[in-house]
C-alpha cells in the first residue's frame, strides 16, 4: 500500500542537521534506503518539512521507515494511505456498492 509520509522537523534539530555538509548525501541515502517513490521538501507548520511517498506491503515495515527520521531529525512524522489513479478504479465496484446500499 502506497502512504505519503508528512515529516516535520523541529527549527532547533533541522538547523544542526542541514549545517552538516553531507546532509544532502546522508538525506539520498535514507531516501534510497526506505525506496522513496518520490520526495518533495517544504516547510510545514513553519518548519522545515517534506513529504515523501512509500510503498509498503505490511504495517510491521513502519518502523523501519519511520525511526531514521525520529532520531536523525527528532522529526514528528504521519503516514496517510492514498491511491493512485488505477487503484481508484480498481474500488469503483466497492464505491459502487456503498452509494447502492448508504446512498
Do not use: C, H
Amino acid at each position: 500500500m502506497r502512504y505519503i509520509m508528512k515529516i516535520r522537523m523541529p527549527v532547533d534539530k533541522g538547523n544542526e542537521a542541514t549545517s552538516n555538509p553531507q546532509f544532502g548525501q546522508k538525506m539520498n541515502e535514507l531516501l534510497t534506503e526506505i525506496k522513496a517513490e518520490a520526495a518533495y521538501f517544504t516547510t510545514i507548520d513553519g518548519q522545515r518539512g517534506a513529504y515523501i511517498i512509500v510503498n509498503m506491503n505490511d504495517a510491521s515495515e513502519i518502523p523501519a521507515i519511520a525511526e531514521p527520521f525520529f532520531i536523525w531529525l527528532n522529526a514528528d512524522i504521519d503516514f496517510q494511505p492514498v491511491m493512485k489513479p488505477e487503484d481508484l478504479a480498481k474500488a469503483g465496484p466497492a464505491i459502487g456498492a456503498a452509494v447502492k446500499k448508504w446512498g
